[in-house]
């Protein structure tokens, strides 16, 4: 039997969060659980969520409130440690859900009973243009290689298949349980662009080829500007994230040839993006980025 609590970590994004819990209650398979991990200026969020749950007595509302919890990973791992269903799922609070989406991810795991992770497929991704994807896909190779960009966005795939895949998109991923008891979240290392790939590939690592998307569960992703880095800040985290990634995986087969190869990439799209903007900025980010990641040191 199939038991869902459904953790979303939160910040400083009341509106957001009630379209959220809105496209949550009305689901057809509806959680047993909320837990609700909030980290914002104030918990204001509180008494609205629990009015608007009356209605519904048999989901139980976990709320945490606590400012000291700091970043994504760690409340992530606060809401795995207060919940107890056997299916676990994370959402973020600025995606709206088709009403079977917990329904399509549920009959995933019945479907495929190996299954110990998978995400839904986001149906608004930015738009991006046929060369950046080419681009995306040219220099994303071993370790880095990652079909989502290929997969979200795209109509066709639905009533498809369940896609094999160890890059889940963490801000709508489900778990088993079981996988939390045998790989733990990366607290120490100050993961937030690549929390979910550093977490799904370690995953993969243990379990093999156990993890999936499923493209008939579907969401929209309203990316909130808030808490969200302006450019310059966005691209020197995503290469310091890349350094960390790959030392976290420097043995794994084609690491050391793939992760240069990234770098160049990225060195390219800096280019591009500061001619782009007029603004030197993106290249300032790329190389304070490159300061930062050959400086960090890996916590075990």
Known sequence: MILISVIVPTKNR????????????????????????????????????????????????IYIYDISIKG???????????????????LEDDVILKNDYLYQISEGFNRVPKMVGCSG????????????KLFFLVF???????????????????????????????GVSAWKREVFEQVDFDIFNDFHMYEDIDFSTRVARHYGNRLFINPNARLAHYCSPINRDVLDIRQRRKVRECFTYYKKRKDWPSATISFYWLLLGMFLESIFQSFSSMSCKPIQGYLLGLQDGSAKKIIS
């Open 140 to 170: 994303h190779r071993g370790i880095f290689f990652d079909p989502r960009i290929s997969i979200f966005g795209n109509e066709n795939l639905v009533k498809h298949n369940l896609l094999r895949s160890d890059k889940i998109s963490g």
């Open 72 to 90: 994504l990973v760690a409340a992530k791992k606060v809401g795995v440690s207060m919940c107890s269903g056997n299916i676990i799922f994370f």
């Open 121 to 132: 497929v986001i149906i608004n991704p930015p738009k991006i243009s046929i060369t950046y």
């Open 14 to 61: 009341a509106e957001q969060l009630m379209c959220f819990i809105d496209s949550l209650i009305s689901q057809s398979l509806l959680p047993q659980e909320l837990v609700i991990v909030d980290q914002s200026f104030n918990n204001t969020s509180e008494v609205n969520i629990k009015r608007k749950l009356t209605q519904f007595p048999n989901i139980k509302l």
